[in-house]
């Protein structure tokens, strides 16, 4: 079996942890039986200093090509991040229909988390595409007194309810329980919507233990008792924010990772790990590679490579567990290749 992979390291240490990732799939390939035609794109901030765009005008249409797309961070202090968000990611996300960002956040063994007793092991499922990362409004005046910004938050009915759909069925597979984040207290047009069709949604699942909780307070019980959550469906500003609360409980933003599912599987899905392209430690060969490495392994599961992908969380675990090389978001001094090595050992 050959899976066709668009990789795009992108920016800071995207370049140091894509690399690691893409050793440990080669790993998994070979122990698996399973080859990958990696294409590399060097898009992203670097790629706009020169050419004033971040990916060239045909490449979405080269991405298309690929079974999955391996994405590193984009991101570069010099360059605004609406830029790089915009200019990539975001494209990618919508072009190829990713309207669920998946993200798996569970404690290690091995690792502590800054909160005391936490049992963590749950998904946030992100809407992707819409909500309140939309580009309706406009600012006027600006530079007066009478400046003013004007965002609109756009949610369909159609995307409210694949994303919440996709997360009821998630539930369904795992504890059976699904929580919604919601914040139609203050927000009153869009936020009943959403929890009217979460309402509808659920309906259709009547085994499923549903509650939902305004975000405010779920941000404080993602702290204070993270254990009772298992999925979480959020709209895209929530998810967002949600998702990297829950990896700092969880011990690092580092670790954590994510897949941009298109679940019809009529575009490439994308992987990527939750973290950003670190200015502050880039070039230094210290990031930890475990986000990259966990994504590469949810786009191993997203091909069929069930197998694979367990070896790979089975490694990563064997790694956390067993005192084994940690990087200093870890509280380790180890190096992102020593961190990569041990995880090769256990694939
Ligand atoms: N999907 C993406 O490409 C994405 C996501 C988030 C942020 N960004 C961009 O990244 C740039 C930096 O953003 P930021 O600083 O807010 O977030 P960040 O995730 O890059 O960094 C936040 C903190 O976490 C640490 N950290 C992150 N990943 C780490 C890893 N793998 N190992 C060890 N430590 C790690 C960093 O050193 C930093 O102190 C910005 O330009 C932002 O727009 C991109």
């Given at each position: 079996m050959r899976h066709r992979i668009a990789v795009v390291p992108g920016d800071g240490i995207g370049r140091e942890v894509t690399p690691a990732a893409l050793e440990v799939l080669e790993a998994a390939g070979r122990r698996h039986g399973f080859a990958l035609d990696v294409t590399e794109h060097p898009w992203g901030c670097d790629y706009f200093v020169e050419n004033e765009r971040m990916m060239p005008p045909d490449g979405l249409d080269r991405l298309r090509e690929s079974d999955a797309i391996l994405l590193g961070a984009v991101g570069r202090p010099d360059v605004p991040d609406h830029i790089s968000l915009w200019g990539l990611l975001i494209p990618i996300r919508r072009t190829f229909r990713q309207y669920v960002n998946l993200r798996p956040v569970k404690l290690w063994p091995g690792i502590a988390s800054p909160v005391r007793d936490a049992r963590v092991d749950m998904v946030i499922v992100r809407e992707n595409v819409e909500g309140e990362y939309s580009e309706i409004g406009g600012r006027m005046?600006?530079?007066?007194?009478?400046e003013l910004a004007i965002q609109e938050a756009v949610f369909t009915r159609r995307g409210t309810d694949r994303v919440i759909e996709y997360a009821c069925r998630l539930a369904a597979t795992r504890s059976g329980r699904i929580c919604s984040a919601t914040k139609s207290n203050g927000i009153i047009h869009t936020m009943p919507f959403w929890d009217e069709r979460f309402a509808h949604a659920t309906a259709r699942y009547p085994h499923l233990e549903s509650e939902q909780v305004l975000i405010d307070a779920l941000a404080a019980a993602l702290v204070l008792d993270p254990g009772r959550f298992d999925v979480i469906v959020a709209s895209n500003l929530f998810g967002d924010i949600l998702s990297d609360l829950a990896a700092a409980v969880a011990g690092s933003i580092g670790i954590a990772p994510s897949g941009n599912l298109n679940?019809?599987?009529e575009c490439p899905s994308m992987f990527e790990p939750v973290h950003g392209s670190a200015p502050d430690i880039?070039?230094?060969?210290?990031?930890?590679p475990i986000g990259a490495i966990w994504s590469a392994a949810l786009m191993l599961e997203h091909l069929g490579e069930a197998d694979a992908a367990a070896s790979i969380l089975d490694a990563i675990g064997a790694v956390l567990a067993d005192d084994g090389p940690r990087t200093r978001d870890l509280g380790g001094t180890a190096t992102t290749a020593d961190v990569t090595r041990a995880i090769l050992e256990g694939v």
């Open positions: 005046n600006q530079g007066t007194d009478d679940p019809e599987r880039a070039g230094r060969g210290v990031a930890n």
